[in-house]
């Protein structure tokens, strides 16, 4: 896809949505990373209703461990993975506590230190607590880049490192965000729904659908 389309195509997405954000609920950058540490292999609607429970119990690394593995257990077993999960949640909140004050860290390598957390975790914190201009490339956006032509690769890394360099920079904090949005309600990953996308146009990919009849 040349500069051009690019552009085009960042410009669309930002023209239907001004002010894309994460669909995880927080308040601060440790409700964050939770919330994100608790996504892996679950939906965000279903971290959701579980932290909607569990944020206003414990909404600081302290609280968190006051509670215990068994306690934050009983909040988040409707998730999938959530014994592994509510041991790396302790196992990072102490170290939040006893490293970093009890604060989550704007910094990669110490935010990858967490156990649970890899860089993937560590891109979405530091874009959307942080502001910084990353982009954490899950299933959504590793189809949306390699299918439309805008940053293809075989694997994760591959794609976030050509996103980094084809993404123009007043749109690279928010790119993170509409890509994964439009990977999961229009470039969906079974049958993508192209006959209401506005970035058709300048999508390379062969395959277009056309809308179901009746």
């Known amino acids: 896809m040349n500069v051009a389309k690019v552009h085009a195509l960042f410009e669309t997405l930002r023209e239907v949505n001004p002010a894309p954000a994460t669909e995880l609920e927080y308040s601060s950058p440790f409700e964050l ?16 209703k579980a932290t909607r429970r569990l944020f206003p119990i414990a909404h600081t690394p302290q609280q968190m461990l006051d509670l215990g593995e068994e306690g934050l257990s009983e909040y988040i077993k409707t998730i999938g993975l959530y ?11 102490r170290i939040l506590v006893e490293q970093h004050g009890g604060k989550v860290p704007p910094d990669r390598a110490a935010l990858e230190a967490l156990p649970g ?17 990353t ?12 299918r439309t032509g805008l940053a293809p690769g075989k694997n994760v890394q591959i794609v976030e490192d050509k996103l980094l360099k084809v993404v123009p920079r007043e749109f690279l904090h928010d790119a993170h965000h509409w ?29 277009k659908t056309e809308a179901p009849q009746g």
């Not at 990373?33 to 959701?48: E, M, P």
Request: glycine letters at 4%; proline letters at 4%; hydrophobic letters at 40%.
């Open 179 to 207: 890509l994964i949005l439009h990977g999961r309600y229009v470039c969906k990953a079974r049958k993508p729904e192209c006959w209401h996308c506005v970035i058709e146009p300048l999508c390379e990919y062969r395959d």
């Open 33 to 48: 990373l939770i919330a994100v540490l608790l996504s892996a292999q679950a939906t965000d609607v279903g971290v959701n």
């Open 135 to 146: 982009i954490a490339v899950d299933t959504h956006i590793f189809r949306v880049a390699n």
């Open 83 to 93: 014994k592994t999960k509510a041991k790396h949640v302790m196992q990072t909140c």
């Open 117 to 133: 957390v890899g860089r993937k975790t560590a891109n979405v914190v530091l874009n959307t607590a942080f502001g910084e201009p």
